[in-house]
């Protein structure tokens, strides 16, 4: 048996524009998820630092896990990032997104932001906004089944999806809200579209309520990621 500690390689997109602010944040999570596995080396890196992956994965021994902290599995998982990871013997675990305990984090983080604006659940919109894509249904999919195990979990008065690059837009679904509306950003990293695209649809439907962090950002996540990592391990060395 080997005597490397396990290893694991947290990916996401990044910002082309500007990477560095986006590397930065994916390390600081990097070690958040390594704080709940002791022994393990968690490292980061986003697609859109150039060499920054190819940098990372010289450095990873075979068995290495791969978790992708992208909301579906798109084209960017399925795609994307097999290609640049090549014939690597590594192990590309689910996204983010997909993670079965995601919608019970979803719901305690806008369970405890109505308790925090003095709001009852029965009277309070809540709004996923979401990326969506022109190229691929996935992304929607996604983003209406995560809308039904939200539902399935909490007694909101009403659940919205609208989306950055296809109809309805953002700003589309956030009309009429009301005051006692919640924003839930259905996005594993924060960027350019949770920065500006999002407050700036949100502005032009005249929305009131509150906007959230990105669901990537919220408390849990990092044990989430972590836990997840491990039951692949475990698995691994049960074969």
């Known amino acids: 048996m080997s005597s490397l500690p396990p290893q694991a390689l947290i990916v996401s997109h990044g910002q082309p524009s500007d990477p560095a602010p986006a590397e930065a944040a994916l390390k600081v999570l990097a070690s958040k998820v390594a704080a709940h596995l002791p022994g393990w080396n968690v490292q980061s890196a986003t697609l859109a630092a150039e060499g920054r992956l190819e940098e990372v994965m010289d450095t990873l021994s075979p068995g290495a896990l791969i978790y992708p902290m992208f909301m579906a599995n798109g084209w960017f998982v399925t795609s994307a990032l097999p290609k640049r990871l090549g ?5 590309v675990v689910d996204p983010l997104g997909v993670d079965p305990s995601l919608p019970d984090l979803a719901a305690q983080t806008l369970e405890a932001a109505t308790q925090d604006a003095g ?4 009277q309070t919109t809540v709004l996923l906004a979401a990326h969506g894509s022109g190229r ?7 983003a ?5 195990a ?3 979990r909490l007694k909101v008065a009403e659940i919205r999806v609208g989306f950055v690059e296809e109809a309805p837009f953002v700003d589309q679904a956030a009309m009429g809200c009301g005051t006692r509306s919640i924003c839930l950003p259905l996005f594993a990293c924060p960027g ?3 920065t500006q695209d999002v407050p700036e649809a949100l502005e032009k439907a005249g929305f009131t309520g509150v906007l959230l962090p990105v669901l990537g950002e919220a408390h849990g996540v990092p044990r989430l990621i972590a836990d997840r990592m491990q039951d692949h391990r475990s698995l691994a060395e049960t074969r």
Do not use: C, E, Y
């Open 87 to 91: 014939q690597a013997p590594v192990t």
């Open 119 to 122: 709001w009852s659940l029965t």
């Open 136 to 142: 691929s249904r996935k992304p929607a999919q996604m």
């Open 144 to 148: 209406q089944g995560f809308a039904d």
């Open 150 to 152: 939200i539902s399935a």
């Open 192 to 194: 350019f579209h949770t």
